[in-house]
């Protein structure tokens, strides 16, 4: 069957892989690289545990074809907290409030609201933004309607979404 | 999934060679997001992907009249946060901000976006006859659950809605899509891009084997004209509409509608350019029921199916509402 | 047993893997590379019932990287077990749509899957019914429904009382089916090394799936073992094994291969289980002075051809309040459709629903506050059983979330408070979930160098099981929790039951405490000193749960308050404010039980608003099988959520005083929303979830 033979920078490392041109970017994290942070929840884009940084980018791994994606950076969860074994704020904050509980979305979560504070600090709007003219720089100015809409993407079943936006809204500078 | 070659297109001459001349089961590759969806699912079989998101057809430009033209393989989260899109055409940008979810939006492109296609749950199981995948082979929606499928625009064959949010905008808009194929380029005017299903539901646009979508055009914005999306579903978020509408209306010195602009998501197999209502509105004071009374003449065309014909009290609801909308903000906008 | 002391107990408590669940270092089953692995993908079938005559692997096999295929005609046979459904590859009949009938084996994920497309099966196809209709002449009466119960309860006279009510309400409420649907879809890895099975699995109970594995392939229990440290949810839909189990044991014996089994997200919606859809009529008769003289609730369900699975629904209904007549029944349709199964309060949750509904048009009919009605008939005993409770908490959970909501303020008229196009209600319902208890063993270990080491089969869902057990080891041994490790998620620790029916804190902690009692009395006979290579204590609290677990009624209460918004132009309901108020015994970590009162009400929320899962008359199984068809609430579903506790001292529990708050989170909610919704409209929608186009004013 054919293969192609890419290069995938994943936090910070270097892999060179043949893969099937049938693996997802989700199937090559965790069955090639055994990186098994960004999780397999439905496999076609419809719940975000997968949710992985592609080049600065949040995105649903799942529906990501690895061998588009030749000499891609990729953040996975395992990639967010310092060398050191300091954790990204948002980790911090996910563990403080409880905003999680079986913890399967939960790498999702957090990768999927780092790249939804960059987006905000880089003024983009949501559905929910009252004024799509005026810049939404401040990612301290979200208010919890923004992050839940913003968040959407990112189903949780154990119903931890009443932790997950006050974690966020902290990291965000928000209180 | 079928296995498949990849290749990545380096111009767009070449992948349109390579999709017209000979290779029956290639396709191109956008985002991906709804294509590998469907590969997956055995839904969409290709045997060999041409990958176009790497095209130089990833920037928004400004035009000399003062239109804008997008590239097709501008992802949707940047379309829907340029600044200029964000000024002139809100509903453009309202419409991509209502699709899908964040991570979906920065995979999926403009050209994709249009041509994803129908979410209809036996479209999407290939162990169940549907027409459109199978001509032919029947449409259980028809007996079976439809209450989220077509009420207007369908056929014996087919009752399926289009999914696209961002489709409806540029329907409203009275955007241009550019096209290349074997036979050089050429331009189709929305709605025009979308069929009705009609006895060939397993075509969802007029594009022929090989032709590439590499922009989607603007005309300059009217100074006066206000705009919004309006998308009704039954999930607060990430969720596709049950009925959505794309609305602009611009008034004249007295109040009255000089032109609206109306289009639906959710009611057709095409994003539904609802050109009766625009016609009944010209000339009529921007009133609740003047709304309903363009709302009615365009909904008198539907042909609701068993358990779907709350979508056109919806329809009609949501026209008469986001049209209020506009009105009120054309008039503060015009001071009066 | 004498209660625990508290130093650990009660303290807000981060979870103990927090760090590794939010580093992604936490392993769930599938995420095993043993390096020699095959990727097994499921074949479903395609008819609703009939017979295989034929199935041809050989275009499947011709794929290259294809390693096997296995089906009825060629897989190893198994031992029959009580759940038919395990029985899996070793019969041609068909009873459900999507039932498991071929398994592909493949060197990669992609192939397996691919090649499962390419397995040609021939048919005997007959006629299916799968739609549940109370006219189905085969309505049945099974005699008993789950947990024991029997089907039907009778006491006085029912219809003289209904006859003679001052007011009365006789009303038919519909719940569709609804999945389960952890995040994380159920997952297998096996391999054998000679007779001896390692399974690392998604579950709610190691021991439970060592037991039936074992059964299934008349292995001693010792020669099974299942690991499963971290589990993606359950919800009940994976308390016992499913099917893709037994299969993936029987590829992996088969192929000689460890074999890593995912089943996808498409196939959770036909052989992992789902809440069973009801039709329930309620009948409630009352004098003037709002006190119940009737109550009646009949509930209607169905199961599949392979398992008679009743839910107790109306059971919950012979104990929550005061009445001299009453009768509650169940009746079932076995139906050509997927087995129904046990998902978070099964029974309660849909059976609540439909009583505090129509607990709620009764005092519409009556004039009086709902939370008046509910209060007024309180009952002394237990109605049915006549014993005392050991604690009941509903009415001082009505009166302090009323208090809070700001309930008094509340105009009763329906359908006058508008903001905008916003139609505004308030809505109240009671929760409750029984308090039960099984039998657990566990150990207690201390080391030379001043840790303890706890070690019991329990099983952590994302309840906070983890974090619970050191809290109250930690107490036990008079210790602090951070000297406390505590290990789970292993068929090869002491055997424990599994993490459902809001039982696993209560009966894990029991052996727990016993253990650690008896590791103490240990230490303290040799004055004190701990052995260099530690000590160890052992614990089986078998004989404690049979003791002390009769002649009182146990059960945790709530009640719900719900603000809902209804919007006049489109029908859309959003539930803008949600508070639950719970009396649940001792909480033993007010952090991770706040998230599972939170969690239920979430799950509560999306049950009124959201969820259904479609059936397909024509073909037989459940349409909308994804999570882009079957909504589950998102973050933007979700407004204020507030959930607190009442305190509750109750001797007669266990040795932590604690009740189990897993599920009673989602009891009531619905019926909160139901009732709000009425209260923003005026009108009654009987069936759920409260979709737009029920709501829609045209």
């Not at chain 3, 008046?372 to 979330?401: K, M, Q, T, Y």
């Amino acid at each position: 069957m054919p293969t192609n033979d890419i290069t995938l920078t994943v936090n910070g490392e270097r892999h060179d892989l043949s893969l099937d041109t049938r693996t997802s970017l989700l199937d090559a994290l965790r069955e090639r690289l055994d990186l098994t942070g960004a999780k397999k929840g439905c496999d076609h884009g419809q719940c975000g545990a997968c949710t992985v940084l592609l080049d600065g980018r949040r995105v649903n791994s799942c529906l990501v074809l690895a061998v588009a994606h030749d000499g891609a950076e990729i953040t996975t969860i395992e990639g967010l907290a310092e060398p050191d074994g300091e954790l990204h704020p948002l980790q911090t904050a996910f563990v403080e409030h409880d905003a999680f509980q079986c913890g399967y979305c939960t790498p999702g979560q957090i990768c999927s609201a780092v790249g939804m504070l960059a987006e905000a600090a880089a003024g983009w709007p949501s559905v929910v933004t009252e004024d799509l003219v005026a810049d939404a720089t401040d990612p301290a100015a979200l208010s919890d309607g923004e992050i839940r809409e913003r968040m959407s993407g990112n189903l949780c079943r154990c119903g931890a979404y009443a932790h997950i936006v006050p974690a966020i809204a902290d990291v965000a500078g928000r209180r | 999934m079928r296995p498949f070659a990849y290749e990545r297109a380096e111009e767009a001459a070449g992948a349109i060679a390579t999709l017209t001349d000979g290779a029956p089961g290639a396709m191109y590759l956008g985002g991906g997001t709804n294509l590998v969806d469907l590969m997956k699912l055995g839904v969409a079989a290709p045997d060999l992907l041409v990958d176009v998101s790497h095209l130089p057809h990833d920037r928004v430009e400004q035009l000399p009249d003062g239109g804008l033209r997008i590239g097709a393989a501008v992802l949707n989260s940047t379309l829907a946060a340029d600044r200029t899109v964000r000024e002139r055409y809100p509903v453009l940008s309202q419409a991509l901000l209502a699709g899908a979810s964040g991570q979906l939006r920065n995979l999926a492109t403009v050209g994709g976006n249009l041509l994803q296609r129908t979410r209809c749950a036996y479209f999407m199981d290939v162990s169940k006859p549907c027409n459109k995948r199978v001509p032919g082979s029947g449409c259980p929606a028809r007996e079976g659950d439809h209450r989220n499928h077509a009420i207007i625009g369908h056929s014996e064959a087919c009752v399926a809605t289009h999914p696209s949010d961002m489709a409806v905008a540029l329907v409203a808009l009275g955007a241009t899509v550019e096209v290349r194929g074997a036979a050089g380029a050429r331009t189709i005017p929305l709605p025009g891009l979308h069929r009705l299903p009609g006895d060939a539901p397993e075509r969802d646009t007029v594009l022929d084997p090989g032709d590439l979508i590499t922009a989607v055009v603007l005309p300059p914005s009217a100074p006066g004209a206000v705009s919004r999306y309006r998308k009704i579903r039954d999930r607060a978020s990430y969720a596709f509409a049950v009925v959505s509408i794309a609305a602009l209306l611009e008034l004249d010195e007295d109040g009255a509608v000089r032109e609206a602009r109306i289009a639906f998501g959710g009611l057709a197999h095409a994003p539904w350019r609802a050109l009766v209502a625009e016609e009944e509105l010209r000339g009529l004071p921007a009133t609740a029921e003047s709304f309903g009374r363009a709302a009615d003449a365009e909904l008198a065309q539907a042909r609701p199916l068993r358990d779907n014909g709350f979508k056109v009290p919806l329809a009609r609801n949501l026209t008469v509402r986001t049209l209020g909308e506009l009105a009120a903000q054309a008039e503060r906008r015009s001071g009066r | 047993m004498s209660a625990v002391g508290s130093l650990a107990i009660g303290t807000p408590t981060d979870r103990v893997e927090g760090r590794e669940k939010v580093t992604g270092a936490a392993r769930y089953a599938f995420e095993q590379l043993p390096g020699d692995h095959a990727y097994a993908w499921l074949v479903q079938s395609e008819i609703a019932s009939g017979e295989i005559l034929s199935l041809d692997a050989s275009p499947a096999l011709a794929q290259e990287g294809v390693v096997a295929v296995a089906w009825a005609g060629n897989a190893p046979r198994v031992a029959e077990v009580d759940d038919r459904e395990l029985s899996v590859l070793q019969s041609r009949t068909i009873s459900y749509r999507g039932q498991i009938v071929a398994v592909v084996v493949a060197e990669s994920l992609e192939t397996a899957r691919e090649a499962a497309a390419h397995v040609r099966i021939d048919y005997e196809v007959r006629d299916h019914e799968v739609v549940l209709d109370e006219h189905d002449p085969a309505i049945y009466d099974p005699g008993t429904v789950n947990a024991g119960y029997p089907s039907e309860s009778v006491q006085g006279d029912v219809a003289r009382a209904l006859a003679r009510a001052d007011a009365a309400v006789d009303v038919t409420y519909r719940t569709p089916a609804f999945h389960n649907n952890a995040m994380e879809p159920h997952a297998t890895v096996a391999l054998w090394d000679g007779d001896d099975l390692t399974l690392y699995d998604s579950n709610q109970g190691a021991s439970t799936v060592r037991d039936t594995l074992a059964q299934v392939f008349e292995l001693e229990p010792e020669q099974v073992r299942v690991i499963s440290p971290h589990v993606g949810g359950g919800f009940g839909s994976k308390g016992t094994p499913r099917p893709h189990v037994v299969v993936a044991a029987l590829a992996a014996r088969m192929t000689g291969r460890p074999v890593k089994l995912a089943i996808t997200r498409q196939q959770m919606f036909a052989f992992t289980g789902y809440r069973t859809p009801t039709i329930q009529r309620l009948r409630l008769g009352a004098s003037g002075d709002g006190q119940l003289t009737a109550i009646v609730h009949e509930a209607l369900q169905q199961s599949s051809r392979l398992r008679e699975f009743t839910e107790q629904t109306a059971v919950a209904t012979r104990m929550m309040y005061a009445a001299p007549n009453r009768r509650t029944a169940h009746r079932l349709a076995r139906l050509d459709v997927p087995t129904p199964s046990w998902m978070r309060a099964p029974g309660e949750a849909p059976g609540m629903y439909a009583l505090e509904s129509a607990l709620d048009e009764l005092a519409v009919e009556l004039a009086i506050d709902p939370v008046e009605l509910r209060i007024r008939n309180e009952p002394p005993l237990d109605p049915e059983r006549g014993i005392p409770f050991s604690s009941r908490g509903l009415v001082a959970c009505l009166r302090l979330g009323a208090e809070r909501f700001g309930w008094a303020e509340r105009d009763p008229t329906p359908g006058v408070r508008r903001e905008g196009d916003w139609l505004v209600g308030t809505g109240v319902a009671a929760s409750t979930y029984p308090a039960y208890r099984s039998p657990a063993t566990a150990t207690a270990r201390a080391e030379g160098d001043g840790s303890f080491v706890v070690r019991i089969a329990a099983s952590d869902i994302g309840t906070g099981g983890r974090t619970t057990l050191t809290l109250i080891a930690a107490d036990a041994l008079d210790q602090p929790a951070a000297r406390v490790t505590v290990e789970i998620g292993d068929s090869a620790l002491p055997r424990a039951g599994l993490a459902g029916g809001s039982m696993g804190t209560a009966s894990w902690g029991t052996a727990v405490t016993l253990a650690c009692r008896a590791l103490v009395e240990r230490i303290e006979a040799l004055g004190g000193h701990v052995p260099a290579d530690g000590l160890e204590a052992h614990a089986d609290s078998s004989d404690e749960v049979r003791a002390t677990d009769q002649g009182y009624s146990r059960h945790a209460y709530g009640a719900q308050f719900a603000e809902v918004r209804v919007d006049a132009v489109t029908g859309e309901a959003r539930v803008s404010r949600l508070l639950g108020i719970f009396a649940a015994g001792r909480i033993i970590n007010p952090t991770t039980a706040r998230s599972q009162f939170l969690g239920g009400m979430t799950m509560g929320l999306s049950m009124a608003l959201l969820e259904e899962s479609v059936m397909d008359r024509e073909f037989g199984d459940y349409l909308n099988h994804d999570l882009a068809g079957y909504h589950v609430a998102s973050h933007a579903d979700v407004g204020e959520l507030e959930a607190d506790w009442i305190e509750e001292l109750d001797d007669h529990l266990n040795p932590m005083g604690s009740k189990g708050i897993g599920e009673i989170g989602i009891v009531g909610t619905a019926a909160a929303i139901g009732n709000a919704v009425f209260h923003a409209t005026g009108r009654r929608v009987r069936e759920l979830p409260l979709r737009l186009d029920r709501l829609l004013a045209t």
